[in-house]
């Protein structure tokens, strides 16, 4: 056989990379509505535990971590209750602002997590349970670095079917609802990685798949992590209970099939629909340090392409960045006084929830014609990870990943804050949920693609 240039690896880091666990499962009896046709307010139970996981990722020429925490909640409602628990890990840990991420799985059954609804009922839960999770946090990190070991994380691409396109148009109206669209198509990509330690031991996984968690609804009265809960007890009962991270991905108009619902066993269905997927990606995976080359041609009855496992070196390139694009915002955003009005004359317990949602989105975006949205880009070895806090439709994923087709990307929504939808520009014509829920102005999907674009020019070179 002869010998040739043509090579494939997977995309990888090698360094030093720890991973720990903390339960943050809520009281019950804690403030839980999360849905407005909700007819309860506190959770009664939980269907499954809540966790707080934290990666470390660090060269091994020194310098300081990269920190990704992922854990089972909702979104923030305010900024002031993000940084409670963020800039509290920043502290504590002494971390750069754009090395750390608190990546929210998007449980929509889960506890509130806003210090302002301590009047609600089983709100007086809500602080101390704040207390307990940013605590968590700090301890999951100070675990993770320090069992840190000499490990690689490789990437492999896989395909589920669990998301399906949630943009339907009314068969009654002229609007457009919030629910499985039989005619829609849906970004099925699943980016799986694992990190390895050099004898084999498998330390993490990684899933990172846009699908909203809303399996379970205002039927609902039990904490739960929905599909992701069942997803991860099924990874991780085939990788020697090695903890399994969920990182969702720009998820704006996907969500499962059968949505809405009360019964819990649908979740678990949903999580082992995409924990096989994940399997399925990780059997197809090549062991750690091993590439294909190819080896020339062998005359058989045709003439044959071989390849070759060969050994190779992961990249150990690890860096950060944080920017800030500059969004323009609604030009008919009301105001805190007309909202403020509003909700003193709401008597519908529905409307009053959206009043009240709005109200605080108008707090976090201030009152001018624009408001910055941070975005964070990781490059870690030949992998690069695009964290933004709001809810961008797969827009967001399925462009850059097609702008950059030889770059692994990991795109993240609900990460470091939240606010609100990124739809695409043609859908503002539409009377839809995510166009009316989000303060931004057509374009902002579109604008926020260009300058994670300029990122990924300058990091992923």
Same mark, same amino acid.
């Given at each position: 056989?002869?010998? &040739?240039?043509?090579?494939?690896?997977?995309?990888?880091?090698?360094?030093?990379?720890?991973?720990? @666990?903390?339960?943050?499962?809520?009281?019950?009896?804690?403030?839980?509505? *999360?849905?407005?046709?909700?007819?309860?307010?506190?959770?009664?139970?939980?269907?499954?535990?809540?966790?707080?996981?934290?990666?470390?990722?660090?060269?091994? &020429?020194?310098?300081?971590? $990269?920190?990704?925490?992922?854990?089972?909640?909702?979104?923030?409602?305010?900024?002031? &209750?993000?940084?409670?628990?963020?800039?509290?890990?920043?502290?504590?840990?002494?971390?750069?602002?754009?090395?750390?991420?608190?990546?929210?799985?998007?449980?929509?059954?889960?506890?509130?997590?806003? $210090?302002?609804?301590?009047?609600?009922?089983?709100?007086?839960?809500?602080?101390?349970?704040?207390?307990?999770?940013?605590?968590?946090?700090?301890?999951?990190?100070?675990?993770? $670095?320090e069992n840190r070991r000499e490990a690689i994380l490789s990437f492999a691409t896989g395909r589920c079917t669990l998301a399906r396109h949630r943009d339907l148009p009314d068969p009654e109206g002229s609007r457009t609802v919030c629910g499985y669209d039989p005619g829609g198509a849906a970004d099925d990509t699943l980016l799986v990685g694992q990190v390895t330690a050099e004898d084999g031991t498998v330390i993490a996984t990684l899933a990172n798949y846009a699908c909203h968690p809303v399996t379970l609804a205002w039927q609902n009265r039990l904490i739960s992590p929905d599909f992701v809960g069942a997803m991860r007890e099924t990874v991780e009962g085939?990788?020697?209970?090695?903890?399994?991270?969920?990182?969702?991905?720009?998820?704006?108009?996907?969500?499962?099939?059968?949505?809405?619902?009360?019964?819990?066993?649908?979740?678990?269905?949903?999580?082992?629909?995409?924990?096989?997927?994940?399997?399925?990606?990780?059997?197809?995976?090549?062991?750690?340090?091993?590439?294909?080359?190819?080896?020339?041609?062998?005359?058989?009855?045709?003439?044959?392409?071989?390849?070759?496992?060969?050994?190779?070196?992961?990249?150990?390139?690890?860096?950060?960045?944080?920017?800030?694009?500059?969004?323009?915002?609604?030009?008919?955003?009301?105001?805190?006084?007309?909202?403020?009005?509003?909700?003193? &004359?709401?008597?519908?317990?529905?409307?009053?929830? @959206?009043?009240?949602?709005?109200?605080?989105?108008?707090?976090?975006?201030?009152?001018?014609?624009?408001?910055?949205?941070?975005?964070?880009?990781?490059?870690?070895?030949?992998?690069?990870?695009?964290? *933004?806090? *709001?809810?961008?439709?797969?827009?967001?994923?399925?462009?850059?990943?097609?702008?950059?087709?030889?770059?692994? $990307?990991?795109?993240?929504?609900?990460? *470091?804050?939240?606010?609100?939808?990124?739809?695409?520009?043609?859908?503002?014509?539409?009377?839809?949920?995510?166009?009316?829920?989000?303060?931004?102005?057509?374009?902002?999907?579109?604008?926020?693609?260009?300058?994670?674009?300029?990122?990924?020019?300058?990091?992923?070179?």
């Amino acid at each position: 056989m002869s010998e &040739s240039t043509l090579f494939e690896a997977p995309p990888s880091f090698a360094g030093f990379i720890g991973a720990a @666990r903390e339960d943050i499962t809520p009281p019950v009896g804690i403030y839980a509505r *999360n849905w407005g046709a909700a007819e309860h307010d506190t959770a009664e139970g939980v269907h499954r535990p809540l966790t707080c996981t934290a990666l470390t990722l660090q060269s091994p &020429s020194g310098g300081d971590p $990269l920190v990704l925490i992922v854990m089972d909640l909702g979104w923030w409602r305010t900024r002031d &209750s993000e940084r409670f628990v963020r800039g509290h890990l920043l502290d504590a840990l002494g971390l750069d602002p754009a090395r750390a991420l608190i990546s929210f799985t998007h449980t929509h059954a889960g506890p509130s997590v806003t $210090l302002e609804d301590a009047d609600q009922p089983g709100g007086r839960l809500i602080r101390p349970y704040l207390e307990r999770v940013r605590e968590a946090a700090v301890r999951a990190t100070r675990a993770a $670095l320090e069992n840190r070991r000499e490990a690689i994380l490789s990437f492999a691409t896989g395909r589920c079917t669990l998301a399906r396109h949630r943009d339907l148009p009314d068969p009654e109206g002229s609007r457009t609802v919030c629910g499985y669209d039989p005619g829609g198509a849906a970004d099925d990509t699943l980016l799986v990685g694992q990190v390895t330690a050099e004898d084999g031991t498998v330390i993490a996984t990684l899933a990172n798949y846009a699908c909203h968690p809303v399996t379970l609804a205002w039927q609902n009265r039990l904490i739960s992590p929905d599909f992701v809960g069942a997803m991860r007890e099924t990874v991780e009962g085939r990788t020697g209970g090695a903890p399994c991270l969920f990182l969702q991905g720009a998820s704006g108009e996907l969500a499962p099939r059968e949505v809405y619902t009360g019964d819990p066993a649908v979740a678990d269905s949903h999580g082992r629909e995409l924990g096989y997927a994940v399997l399925s990606a990780l059997e197809g995976m090549l062991p750690h340090r091993t590439a294909l080359k190819y080896g020339g041609v062998v005359e058989s009855g045709a003439p044959l392409a071989v390849w070759e496992r060969v050994p190779f070196e992961p990249s150990r390139r690890l860096e950060a960045v944080k920017v800030e694009v500059e969004l323009p915002l609604k030009a008919d955003l009301p105001s805190l006084a007309d909202l403020d009005a509003q909700l003193k &004359s709401c008597a519908d317990r529905y409307q009053a929830e @959206r009043l009240a949602r709005k109200r605080r989105i108008r707090v976090d975006v201030g009152a001018g014609e624009t408001t910055p949205m941070p975005l964070w880009v990781w490059r870690v070895g030949d992998v690069v990870f695009l964290a *933004n806090p *709001n809810e961008a439709y797969s827009q967001l994923q399925t462009e850059l990943r097609g702008r950059f087709p030889d770059l692994a $990307l990991v795109v993240m929504n609900v990460t *470091n804050g939240h606010t609100g939808y990124l739809p695409p520009a043609d859908l503002y014509d539409l009377d839809l949920y995510q166009v009316w829920q989000t303060p931004y102005d057509r374009g902002s999907l579109e604008h926020v693609i260009e300058s994670g674009s300029r990122v990924l020019e300058d990091i992923g070179r």
